[in-house]
């Protein structure tokens, strides 16, 4: 959550937030044993270009490939997709910050919807996962949301398959739409706000 907030602030030139956030997330790397990802020269590296914003999204996508290949060496695959799972939590949530619940139909609201596909890949992982304790422990922080996105309306419409009688190729038709409305982004608001305070307070 603190490294998707410090992309967020360095995006966006928050300068004080992210030293914040910089700290936050060194601290908390060295409890789960990724410290290196968090080195002096990293953090030097962040400091020289919290003013930059090309230069700081490279430094975070760095520290985030850094700390996924840390956890994936030393066999911590779960922690990976714990991390993983947080960092779209707080991307969810900082989306519903942003929702104008009076336009259910701006670019924010469908981005939010179309959610629901990530939502399914990170219920999958928490199924190949769910034998392992801390996996089976986090899911009940995560099922809230997890939930509510399985209970929204996705709609295929005109699926079908048809040859190209030109390429010879077959081509695959159809779009999904999904079915939506102000009481479902309330609700999103609602349940991504509740599971991100339980994450938080871990």
């Excluded at 779209?88 to 609201?109: A, C, K």
Aim: no cysteine; glycine share 6%.
């Amino acid at each position: 959550i603190y490294g998707a907030d410090l992309s967020y602030s360095g995006l966006f030139e928050q300068k004080n937030d992210a030293i914040k956030l910089l700290a936050a997330a060194k601290r908390i790397a060295g409890k789960i044993g990724v410290e290196e990802a968090y080195s002096a020269e990293f953090i030097q590296r962040a400091n020289e270009n919290l003013g930059n914003k090309d230069s700081i999204m490279s430094i975070l996508t760095d520290v985030y490939w850094e700390t996924n290949s840390a956890l994936k060496e030393n066999n911590r695959n779960e922690l990976a997709m714990l991390i993983l799972g947080a960092g779209w939590v707080e991307g969810v949530y900082i989306g519903t910050e942003l929702l104008d619940l009076e336009d259910i139909h701006d670019d924010i609201s469908k981005r939010l919807i179309e959610q629901k596909f990530t939502a399914i890949q990170i219920q999958d992982l928490f199924n190949k996962y769910a034998e392992n304790e801390t996996v089976a422990e986090s899911y009940e922080l995560f099922a809230p949301l997890l939930d509510l996105y399985a209970t929204l309306d996705m709609v295929t419409i005109d699926s079908a398959l048809r040859n190209d009688e030109e390429t010879g190729k077959t081509i695959i038709g159809g779009k999904t739409e999904m079915n939506y409305s102000r009481g479902d982004l309330e609700m999103l608001k609602k349940a991504v706000k509740e599971v991100r305070a339980n994450l938080i307070r871990l």
